[in-house]
Structures are given as structure tokens and as C-alpha cells.
């Protein structure tokens, strides 16, 4: 199972790479869905339905938006030759993200590796999870029942944005 | 008493949701819900820390009581520091809303304006209210996102740049927090704050606890806008709408990054040399740098938010020393003093450069412009709005009577008693350069000789009643100096952060 | 151990990009990869070999354990948030192309003057 | 905004009414399959997205429908509120309290309150989404005419 999750990520790392360095936006925001979609395949692997159907549909809907939004726009990158200056930035940024690596690798080490995760607060969720709530898909219990109040916080967010994109999206701001 | 918890987040929540309906029925009917909600949240909160906290309130959200002792559910957790913190929000959201009643007249869509301020309190309410890793996060969530729209609400050119360049560097340090809750996950399999530190507190200093510490360091100064961390703030706060800026410089950098470092750092991790080092050099990097940024500007509000960054040095080194002192194993009073004296630097930053941010948008309301070489002898003609700005003035620098001068005073005493003679001798030399830059501001802006060039006249009445009442703040709260007032209103939040982690444990208790 | 080690590369790989990209539209782009290795760490922590998706479906054999439905409830709110920051991020973008003509923040810079 | 070839109208309107109806289905069955409010709400939203982007409509009738499904997302996060608040006064007395009665797992009838929260939750999404989108509409549609 781990070998196949790192074959999946590998392609989504090098599309993220080819994301960023693409010089026309459109396959730019293209590449960005492959990631989007491989994160889709890694969920499903990694048991959670719940998550691939949300993914999948929001990735869908941001790849509408960034469409639009690039197909409105020149869709041309202004590319600055990478000089000598370039190639410093790129080294110093690999040496950093090496270190970074390490520290990471120091830090969880010592914990728990892939597959073998210990439960203590889901403890409840997975065994009473159905006779406490009553919802046979334990994620939407522990979503709603057990931590509502996060649920509400979510919902509040997707108002507060779609407020803000209204307030932001007027013509004319000031009388 | 523990069923008014909630309150502090459902009714900003439900004046947000009520506004877009009812908003454009009813003529000014958002401007008085808002106001007259947040007037309630302040005497409530002034009602609960006078009523004294002695142990803290734990309110299960859903009502699920802990299985074999692992807390299961949400819990709200309600204690001297966060009434403290509470009573800053409700108090600064009320006046800026009460301001921003004639201000906002200058900008279109007003029920949206007030709809995103609710939004922004209640998630501000949230995250102070909470004691849950991942609530904390969704809480912080709604408090940012609102604050970005707020930011750019004129759609200007210059504030679309500046909340674009927030929302990145924000965006950023809500996935460093993110990711250090999973890896608190990984490692605790529990996220109830009291529950990671109780299991927290057996293991010692490992080379995990470090990697989590500094990406939440990183995190949260973000949002506390800290020295390395602060290029966002002063874009963010000079384009903003002014009683939006009091609020983001007043209350926001204060409830979501400054509550939350001391609440992570004093009561869930265990307090460590490494980190107590950390937090005190970037608290004395931002007083110095900030100061010496602010000296150059000549936009007014850009001025003022450099200051904030200088001034939440004060408040950070204060901490800083409390946790150096409690490490070393040191005369716990000094440690309490300097706490002390940082947390009664907080309110008072939050009160003067409220009242600084609304005299900057009162001068911008009159004369339309904040450049301070344009400006000059408008002094005759807004006299509360020199009076005011004077006050403030003089209280940021720390002039004796306004209470600036009494929180500088305790954090340079504690300084002195716990041997850090060169934070005393920075803090010293800052106000000093804080003095001079405010003298700047304040012969540029009122007292030049060249006069504006039309007739001004004064500001509306809310606005005028919002800037009196702060002023009258910076002078009644110098009384907290004395040992009598300070028991009741400083004491309790003090104890909190005094107690670490074995405060955890009494929540678990309950 | 690989597979985290491989997620925080992509985090880096997104953090890369934040920092040295010039395009507005592609620093949105590598944030959404940053939320999306975020996102995909909480899940590989919550994953335990042989467990069940975490729904109770009809034919269960008896003692199945399941996969830890925390983190995943977590993640499905986060997704949302990151739907919610990017839309925003989004709009933000359009509007400073119609104003500046440009998505490039070099121009945006001087030609802010 | 004007719409596309006769061929894409069809399709987008035979395509529309299966989506619609298969996001009803995700978000009432959310307590029993995968997926629920928020996977249900967007499949929603993207039914309705994928008519105004294949008919198109001028700006008048989106501003119209965008107040529309801004108070119809307003109504439905405040009927949730005032649900969770009711749970302060019914049952244990507490905040976000799910206090009707839990029925058999199995059921589509089961979960106490959480089917009413998948609903009301569900309306709220595809209305924060639709409204995202008809802002990005409106404004470009009126950039075009300054």
C-alpha cells in the first residue's frame, strides 16, 4: 500500500513542479488538477469515500473558476531569463528543502509509522459512534454529533466567503 | 453562569445570519443589533470578571461526557485570561462599531460592512472561547477570511494589492498551524488542548516537540505579526477602513496570535529554556525594528501600524521574561510582575491605538487625505479630535498620567529585578523614539502653521462619542497600577498563565 | 515513513513556489498544492492497515476494525475551507487584472507608484 | 452573457436535471453512504452552474437570482443556528444537543437531528456556491460594458 501511495504522489509532485514552471497558464491551472485528481485516487485508497466525492467536486468547481479566470486574461507568463542569479535562488532553495527534509525526517522518526496509528479519542467514535448518534456513516456522526459546533464553524466560513467575494466584487467601492 | 458561554459566539453568528435578510427591509437595523450585541458581550464579560474566576468554566459543547476519563466531545473553556481577552473584543468591537455607524457612509454595500465585522468578532470570540486543537483552527478560519474581506472593502487599487499579499501570508501560517495540529494528532492521538498536555507533560524536550513548537511559533506570529513575520501588517491595516484597522491593530493581532501563543505555550506545552529564549528575542527584535520602520513614514495610518508591531514587543517581552524567570526556577513575584506588566501593556495597546486608528480615520473623514506633509493647523477647528488624539498620544508614549506610562513602567521594573538590564535599556530607548515620532505626528498633523487648504468642520457624533470614551479609557485604566484594582481585573488571568500545565489537569477534572 | 517524508516534499514544493513565483495566478495555484499535501498528511496519519472504510454497511464480518473516521472529519471540513480561501484568493486576482492589466507583481509593483 | 451552440443547451439540460437529482440524493442519504452536506451541496451548485454557463442570461435576471440565493443561504445557516440553540432549551440543556430520537442505524429515518443538518446545511453550500459564482459572472459581464 505504501509503495502505491508513493508512486501516486510522485506524479503528483511532478505535476505540481511542471505547475509552477509551465510558461502557458492554462496548462498551468491543468497541472494543478492532476494533483487535484491524484489526491482524489489517494484518498480512495487510503479508505475514505467521504473525502474523494467532497474532493473531486471541489476540485471540479475550482478548475471552473481558474478557467475562467485565466481564459479572460493574455494567458502568457512573463518568463525573466533564468541568469546566473536564477540558478544561486534554485540551489539555495534545494539546500534549504534538504534541511528541511532532515528535521522533518529527526521529528517523526520516533513516531508511529504508516498503517499502525493507536486510537484513544476515536475510541468512542469507532465503537459507540453508531449507538451514540445513530449515523451509520461514522464520519458524518462524528462531523455532526460529536463535533457540530466545528461543522457550524464550517458553514459560517462558506457564508463569510461567499459575503466577502460579494463585498469584494462591487464596482464601485466608495460613494 | 456556564450556560452564557456560548453566547459569546452565537450571537455575533446570529447577527451575521439576520443582516442579509433583514438588512435591506428595515432602515439601520444592522447598525443597532450589532452595537447593542456587542454593548451586551462587554457587560457580560465586565459582569463575569468582577463576579471573579476562581476555577475555570469548562462547557461541553453537544454535551458529551468524557469516556473512561478521554474527553470525547468540543469543550468550552472559560478563565481569567480569556474573560481578560473577551472584555478587549466586545469593548473596542462596540466603540468601532458605533464609529464606524457615520464612517461607513463614504462606502457603499453597509449591510455586508457590518455582516463581515459580526463575522469577524464572533470568530475572534471563538478562538478565544475554545479548548480544541482543530476548533481553534476552523474559529481562527472565520476571524481571518472575515478580516481579508474587511481589508478590501474599498476595492482600491492599493487595498486589493495589500489584502491579496494578507490572505497569501495568512493562508501560509494557517497551514503551518494545520499541520503541527496533525502532528500533534500523530503523536497524541487527542485533540482536547488539556488531554495533549496532560500526555505531553511526561515526555521530555524530544526533537519533535521542538519541529511542532517552532512551525506554531511560526504560525501564529504570523498572525500576531512578529519581527520576521510582519511584512503583511502595514499594508493590511493603512488600507483598511479605519474602525476595521482599530480593530485588526487593537484586537485581532491580540485575541488570535498573542492569546494563542500564551495559551500554547504557557498552558499545553511544557514551558522550555529553548522556546522562552525564541519568544523573547523576537519580542524585543519587533519593539526595536518596529520603532525605527515607523520613524521614516509620512502616511499616517502606515505610521501608526509600525507602532503596533513596537508595541506588541512590549507586551511579548513582558511574557517572555515571566516564562525566562519560571524556567530558570527564579523568584516566581518578578516572574509575575513581568507577566503582569505584559498583559496590562496588552489592554492598554488595545485601547490607545484603538483610539489612534479612529483619529486617523477621523482626520481622513474631514481633510481625504493621510499624507502628514499635506496636512497641518486643522487644530482650531476639530477640537476632540486634537484632545483626543493628544490623550493618545501621550499614553503611547508614556507620559505619567495616561496608562502607557504605568504597563512601560512595570515591564522596565520587572526587567530591572530579573537582571535583563538590556531589555530594560531597549524598552527605555524605544519610548523615547515612540515620543518623538508621536511629537511628529502631532505638530504635522494639528499644530503646523500652514493651514489646510478648505474649511473643515467637526466629525459627526458617534464618532465623537466613540473617541471620548476611549479617551476616558486611557485615563481610567492607569488606576489598574494600583494593587487594589489589579487584584480583581489582572490577578485571575495572571494565575492562569502562572499555573501551566497543571491547569490542564484541573479541566480534566471536570 | 516515505509516504510522509514524500507529502512534505509536495508542502515544500508548494512553499517553493509561493516564494519565487511572479504570477498571481500561479502563487494561487501553489497554495491550493500546499492545502493539498496538508490535507493528505492528516489522512495517511489516520490510516490503519486492514481497516474498514468507516461506514456500517449491511454484510460486515464481525470484528472489523475501522479506519480512524477523526482526521477524515477533519479534512472534509478543511477541504472546504480551502474551496473558500482560494474562491476569495480568485476573485481578488480578477479584480487586480482589471485594474493593472497584468497578473505579474513586478508590474503591479512599480506601476503602483 | 450569451449562451452556447443549440447542441451544448440540450445536453446541459438533459445533464442538469440528473445531476440535481443525484445531489439530493448525496445529501439526504448523507448519515447512511458517503458523502453528505458538503458533497451533495456543490453537486448542487454545479448542476445550476452548468445551466447559467450553457444558456447564459443578461445581468438583470443574475443580479435577480443572486439575492435570491443569497437569502435563501442566509435563511438556512440561521435555521441551523436556531436548531442548535434549541438544543439549550430541549434534552440535556446544551448547546448543538441532538435531542430527537435516534431511531435504528440502518434507517433513513435514524440519525436524530442529523438528516435535518444535512439538509439545511446541504441548501446553504449550493447557495454559497452559487452565489460565489454569479458575483464572478455579474462582474465580468459589467467590466465588459464600462
Known sequence: MEVLLSVILGFMIIGAIYALHANDLLSAVIAQGIVGYGLVICFLHLKAPDLAIVQIVVETITLIIMVAVVLDSSRKEIKEKPGFKGTINIIAGLIFIGFLIYFFYMAINPLDTFGEHALRMSETYVEQGAQKTGAANLVT??????????????????????LGILSVLRLKGKK | MSTLVP????????????????????????????????????????????????????????????????????????????????????????????????????????????????????????????????????????????????????????????????????????????????????????????????????????????????LLIAGFGLKAAMIPFH???????????????????????????????????????????????????????????????????????????????????????????????????????????????????????????????????????????????????????????????????????????????????????????????????????????????????????????????????????????????????????????????????????????????????????? | MIVYIMCFLLFLVGLYGIVTRRNLIKIVISFTIMEFSVFLFLVLIGYIEGGEAPILTKNLPENVNFVDPLPQAMVLTAIVIGLATSAMLLAIAIRLYKKYGTFDIREIKNLKG | MEGLTPIVKKVAQLMSGIIFVYGIYIVVHGHLTPGGAFAGGIILAGAFILLILAFGSEVIRLKKEETGSSITESLSILLTLILAIGGLFIGTKVFFNNYLPKGEVGELISAGLIPIYNILIGIEVAAAIITIFLALVIFKEEEEER
Not at chain 2, 482600491?156 to 494589492?161: F, I, N
Open chain 1, 141 to 162: 456522526g462524528v462531523l455532526w454529533d460529536f463535533r457540530g459546533y466545528d461543522t457550524l464553524g464550517e458553514a459560517t466560513i462558506l457564508f463569510t466567503a461567499a
Open chain 2, 231 to 510: 511584512a503583511w501588517l502595514p499594508d493590511a491595516h493603512s488600507s483598511a477602513p479605519s474602525p476595521i484597522s482599530a480593530m485588526l491593530s487593537g484586537v485581532l493581532i491580540k485575541a488570535v496570535g498573542i492569546y494563542a501563543i500564551l495559551r500554547l505555550f504557557f498552558n499545553l506545552f511544557m514551558i522550555s529554556y529553548e522556546i522562552s529564549i525564541v519568544i523573547t528575542v523576537i519580542g524585543a527584535l519587533s519593539m526595536v525594528i518596529g520603532v525605527f520602520l515607523a520613524i521614516g513614514q509620512w502616511d499616517l495610518k502606515r505610521l501608526l501600524a509600525y507602532h503596533s508591531i513596537s508595541q506588541m514587543g512590549y507586551v511579548v517581552i513582558g511574557v517572555g521574561m515571566g516564562m525566562i524567570i519560571m524556567v530558570k526556577g527564579g523568584n516566581l513575584s518578578i516572574a509575575s510582575l513581568a507577566i503582569a506588566g505584559g498583559l496590562f501593556h496588552l489592554i492598554n495597546h488595545a485601547v490607545f491605538k484603538g483610539l489612534l486608528f479612529l483619529n486617523a480615520g477621523a482626520i481622513e473623514y474631514v481633510t481625504g487625505t493621510r499624507n502628514l506633509k499635506m496636512l497641518g493647523g486643522i487644530a482650531k477647528d476639530l477640537p476632540v479630535t486634537t484632545s483626543t488624539s493628544l490623550g493618545a498620544s501621550l499614553s503611547i508614549s508614556g507620559i505619567p498620567p495616561f496608562n502607557g506610562f504605568f504597563s512601560k513602567l512595570i515591564i522596565i521594573i520587572a526587567a530591572i529585578k530579573g537582571q535583563f538590564y538590556l531589555l530594560a535599556i531597549l524598552a527605555v530607548l524605544v519610548s523615547i523614539i515612540t515620543l518623538a515620532s508621536f511629537m511628529k505626528f502631532q505638530r504635522y498633523a494639528f499644530f503646523n502653521k500652514k493651514t489646510f487648504t478648505r474649511k473643515v468642520k467637526e466629525v459627526p457624533f458617534t464618532m465623537c462619542f466613540s473617541m471620548i470614551v476611549l479617551v476616558i479609557l486611557c485615563l481610567a485604566l492607569s488606576l489598574l497600577a494600583i494593587p487594589g484594582v489589579r487584584e480583581v481585573v489582572l490577578t485571575p488571568a495572571v494565575d492562569v498563565i502562572m499555573r501551566t500545565t497543571e491547569y490542564s489537569s484541573s479541566i480534566i477534572g471536570m
Open chain 2, 7 to 214: 453566547l459569546y459566539v452565537i450571537l455575533p453568528l446570529a447577527t451575521a445570519f439576520l443582516i442579509p435578510i433583514f438588512g435591506r427591509l428595515i432602515k439601520g437595523f444592522e447598525k443597532a443589533l450589532l452595537s447593542l450585541v456587542l454593548l451586551f458581550l462587554t457587560l457580560l464579560s465586565v459582569y463575569i470578571l468582577f463576579n471573579g474566576i476562581q476555577e475555570p468554566i469548562v462547557y461541553a459543547v453537544g454535551g458529551w461526557e468524557p469516556v473512561n476519563d478521554v474527553p470525547i466531545g468540543i469543550h468550552l473553556v472559560l478563565d481569567g485570561l480569556s474573560v481578560f481577552i473577551l472584555l478587549i473584543t466586545s469593548l473596542i468591537g462596540f466603540l468601532a462599531t458605533f464609529y464606524a455607524i457615520s464612517y461607513i457612509k463614504k462606502y457603499t454595500a453597509e449591510n455586508n460592512f457590518y455582516a463581515l465585522l459580526s463575522l469577524m468578532i464572533a470568530g475572534m470570540n471563538g478562538v478565544i472561547l475554545t479548548g480544541d486543537m482543530f476548533n481553534l483552527y476552523v474559529f481562527l478560519e472565520i476571524a481571518v477570511i472575515a478580516s481579508y474581506a474587511l481589508v478590501a472593502f474599498g476595492t482600491e487599487k492599493q487595498e486589493l494589492e495589500a489584502s491579496f499579499k494578507y490572505q497569501i501570508l495568512g493562508g501560509v501560517a494557517s497551514l503551518f498551524i494545520l499541520f503541527s495540529i496533525g502532528m500533534l494528532y500523530w503523536k497524541t492521538q487527542t485533540l482536547n488542548m488539556a488531554d495533549i498536555s496532560n500526555i505531553l507533560s511526561g515526555k521530555d524536550q524530544d526533537f519533535f516537540l521542538l519541529f511542532t513548537q517552532v
